[in-house]
Structure formats: structure tokens, C-alpha cells
């Protein structure tokens, strides 16, 4: 037992039914409650705050009805009033007959990794605004030249001539409301990626209108100018739930890494696909590229980057992956052939989640 006391985990066995306590290492004293000295026999109730003790019980009791080993993400106060979240795996103890005797968890402390993650993320959010605010910046302005130039013509035309010209001033409204609304979309997309707050609110999504609404961007920026896009999109649209500032984070960096290759490639032509299978949906995003074969598994490393020093941070597909973990969803990328290759995002329907 004493190895256990060495371990940076905090490990514990409760008995079952009781779920009372009768090991805890070192660790487990350390951060739950220094002043009581001896834990065997207690609760969880007399251990935690009364919600605390109700989540750590749901998930006990679980693990005994399955009788699986199970993994959970649970927070717990420490000493100094501060919550922690640890990253837990729970697994039943059988007797000679089979039935589970006691309940064995061994949890981690991730808070740290937690906090360097979100801070990465909005990092990461941060750095794909500007850089893409330039791109767009330029984008907005053509439109806008238009409309000026429009708007000038027509008073020039008011000024000069005594009759109306119905046919030119259609032609002339119709110009202007085209640029008016590819600006009012090109600006929702920035909308929805700056949205601040609710990081953890996970809404009924329009699949389709997602993956548009992040293209509209992606074609908006004048980097990626004269890629063809390809669209096969479902007749019906599917909804996901999604965190939708979350999910256009992961959509764009899969989207402008595509449009990067492609324009490396020099083929210039990105395809993107929304597939609905029975319980799930996958954004499918396919490029060629010149050199990438082999590599797949390197992509998904933090901080592996190909593209020059100051364009990319190589966080790009770590932090999705992350991000899509948490919408109960994988990420994966393979070869269609030796130089096509295919990026999915699968998450599940909105009407699959709890
Ligand atoms: N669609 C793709 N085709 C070919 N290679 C890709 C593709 N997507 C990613 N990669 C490779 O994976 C690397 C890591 O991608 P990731 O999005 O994590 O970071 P990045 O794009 O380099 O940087 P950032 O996302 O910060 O701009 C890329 O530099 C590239 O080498
Ligand atoms: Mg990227």
C-alpha cells in the first residue's frame, strides 16, 4: 500500500452497497480534508458538500450496476474552498461469486491542464480573428466600393436627366443589395466566431448553416481567392447539438488548413460534404496535398506546423480535437488516394445527446 502514497493520484476503495470509505493513500488526505484523520468507515456525504456527495455516489453506484471500469470527469473542493476537477477511473471489486464487493477510483488533478487549455483556445480564437480580419478587411472593402460607385452613377444620372430610367435603377438596386447582403454574411460569420460568453451552452444547430456560414469567411479572405469549393450538402439539413462558437473554431481551421494545401497544391479546389448517418454527423473536408503522405498522425501533435515560421501555431487540429471530445465527437483525417485526403468531423445528431 505504500506505493500508493507515492502516486500523484488521489486512489481510494469505498465498499458497496455502503459505500463506505475503506482505503484512501496519502494523496486522497492531502486534498480532501486534512483534519479528519481516519476516513474508513465514512461517507461521502460526511466527506463532501451535499452536491458533491450526490455526484461522486451517482457515479460510484454506476460502475457497480455495470460493473465496468468507467471513466468521469468530477470536481471536488479542496481545503482552500477552491473546486478542482480531477480526471477520474472508477472500476468495481468482484467477489468469488461475482458481485461487486467495493468501488476502487484512482482520479487525477487536470485542473491546471484544464486552465492551459482554455486559455490556448481563446488564444488560438484570438489569433484566427486577426489574422483573418486583414484577409477580410479587403473582402468588405470591394463591395463597398461598388455600392459607392453605384450610388454615385445614380445621382449623377438624377442630376443630369429629366426622365427616370426605370430599367438602369433596377439594375442599379439589384447591385447594391447583392454587395450589401455578401457583406451582411461575410459579417454574421464574424459574428457568430467573436461571440463571447456561453462557452458551455451546446444548442440545436443547423448542420449546413454552420459549415456555410464558416465558408462564407474562409471564401471572404483573399488568401484563399480562386479556390473552387466544392459543395454536396443533404437536401435536409440535420441538426447538432453544438457550442456553435466551439464548432465554427473547429470548422474554419479544418477549412482554411484545406484551402492552405490545396492553394500549396496549386489545385486549387477544396470539397466539403455534411453526411447524416443514423446517429450522427459528419463534416467532411477534402484537399489534395504535396507532400503530407505519412504524416497524418503528426498533424494532430500541437505545435506541428509546415507552414512557415509566423503563419500557423500548429494548435490548430490539437485544440479541435479537444473541442469535438467535448461535443461526444471524433476527428480524424485519411487518405482518399496518394495525394487526396479527407478530414471528418463527426458529431453526434442533436436528438443522440442527452
Ligand atoms: N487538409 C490538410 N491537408 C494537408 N495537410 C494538413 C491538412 N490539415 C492539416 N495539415 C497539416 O497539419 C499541420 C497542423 O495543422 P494545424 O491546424 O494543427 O496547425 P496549422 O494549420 O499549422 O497552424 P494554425 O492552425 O495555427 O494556423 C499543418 O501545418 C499541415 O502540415
Ligand atoms: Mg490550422
Known sequence: MQTLDVVPAVIYSKSFPGLKYLFVNKKFH?????????????????????????????????????????????????PDGTFHDYDTYKFPMLDENGDVYAVTGISLDITERKKTESVLRTSMKLASLGEMAGGIAHEINNPLAIIDGTVKKMTRTLEQENSIDKVFFQKMTK???????RMSKIINGLLVLGREGALDQHVDTDSAWLFETVLELVCANVTYKGIEIKK??????PLVKANVVQMSQVLLNVLENACYEAK????????????????TVLFEVVNVCSDCQGRIVEFFRPFFTTK????????GLSISKGIVENHSGT???????EKTICFTVEIPKSSEMS
Open 30 to 78: 492531502e486534498v480532501v480534508d486534512s483534519n479528519i484523520e481516519n476516513f474508513m468507515g465514512l461517507t461521502d456525504d460526511i466527506v463532501f458538500l451535499p452536491e458533491v456527495a450526490k455526484t461522486l455516489s451517482k457515479n460510484d453506484r454506476e460502475i457497480a450496476k455495470k460493473k465496468e471500469v468507467q471513466h468521469f470527469e468530477e470536481r471536488v473542493p479542496h
Open 175 to 181: 447591385k447594391i443589395s447583392e454587395m450589401t447582403s
Open 232 to 237: 454536396q450538402f443533404p437536401s435536409k439539413s
Open 264 to 279: 500549396k497544391a496549386e489545385s486549387n479546389w477544396v470539397e466539403v460534404r455534411v453526411i447524416e448517418t443514423s446517429t
Open 308 to 315: 512557415p515560421l509566423g503563419e500557423g501555431t500548429g494548435l
Open 331 to 337: 476527428i480524424s483525417a485519411k487518405f482518399l488516394d
